[in-house]
């Protein structure tokens, strides 16, 4: 089992609507959890950071966290072209190693 | 507010040859990370640094080294080279005091290092 999984997709959504993207990890330890989007030959950027259970909003951008069941989600609302990038969920495990473990990305492509 | 800065942006060199990349925070930041995106692979946490010392290392042989200066900034050293060490190497900041290591960690614009 990866410690950080996601499906790579590609996930594809047209223009205006919701675009859903899953994460799962297996330490239960983890405490700190990240998304970031990577444009292809760039470096990642961070858009969201997550830290307990429930939902936690910024502009088009949801991220929810579920620890029980082990699972970090991205919503994007109304999903823009420019958003057709990879998506990373990064997650900082237990103890105090300093890293982040990241999963393979999924792509998301938004249609016109 | 500046970012974090890298270079040199892209690199090429050969086989057995030695790299020096070179990293710097954004400003107030004392935490230095690293890590290598293979193609095709995901990022692979390399090397931690927090007031200039080695805090943790990543599953990479020890010919991948580094050190952080008293200003934070950081270099790494990757000695003789091989075809597979062919990636983006990124360097990340963040503060870091303590145990609060939930901050998130911002990433510079990466060295691309390329192995003939």
């Known amino acids: 089992q990866k410690e950080v999984e996601q499906n790579s997709g590609p996930l594809s959504v047209p223009e205006g609507a919701i675009a859903s993207l899953n994460c799962t990890y297996s330490?239960?330890?983890?405490?700190?959890f990240f998304w970031y989007r990577q444009y292809s030959g760039k470096s990642p950027e961070l858009i969201m950071s997550i830290y307990s259970n429930g939902d936690k909003e910024d502009g088009r951008f949801t991220a929810q966290l579920n620890k029980a069941s082990q699972y970090v989600s991205l919503l994007i609302r109304d999903s823009q072209p420019s958003d057709s990038a990879t998506y990373l969920c990064a997650v900082n495990p237990s103890g105090n190693t300093g890293k982040l473990i990241f999963g393979q990305g999924t792509t998301l492509q938004v249609k016109p | 507010e500046a970012g974090v800065t890298q270079s040199p942006t892209h690199l090429i060199k050969t086989r057995g040859q030695q790299a020096t990349l070179r990293c710097s925070p954004i400003?107030?930041?004392?935490?230095v990370y690293w890590y290598q995106q293979a193609l095709g692979l995901g990022l692979q946490f390399l090397l931690w640094y927090d007031e200039g010392e080695e805090r943790n290392r990543g599953n990479f042989p020890p010919r991948f080294s580094g050190r952080q200066f008293p200003n934070y900034s950081s270099e790494l050293n990757v000695n003789a080279l091989e075809l597979e060490d062919s990636a983006l190497y990124l360097c990340?900041?963040?503060?870091?005091?303590?145990?609060?290591?939930?901050?998130?960690?911002?990433f510079g614009d990466g060295t691309r290092l390329s192995i003939l």
């Open positions: 990340a900041s963040s503060p870091y005091r303590g145990r609060t290591l939930n901050q998130p960690q911002h």
């Open positions: 330490d239960r330890g983890s405490q700190s």
């Open positions: 400003s107030g930041h004392t935490s």
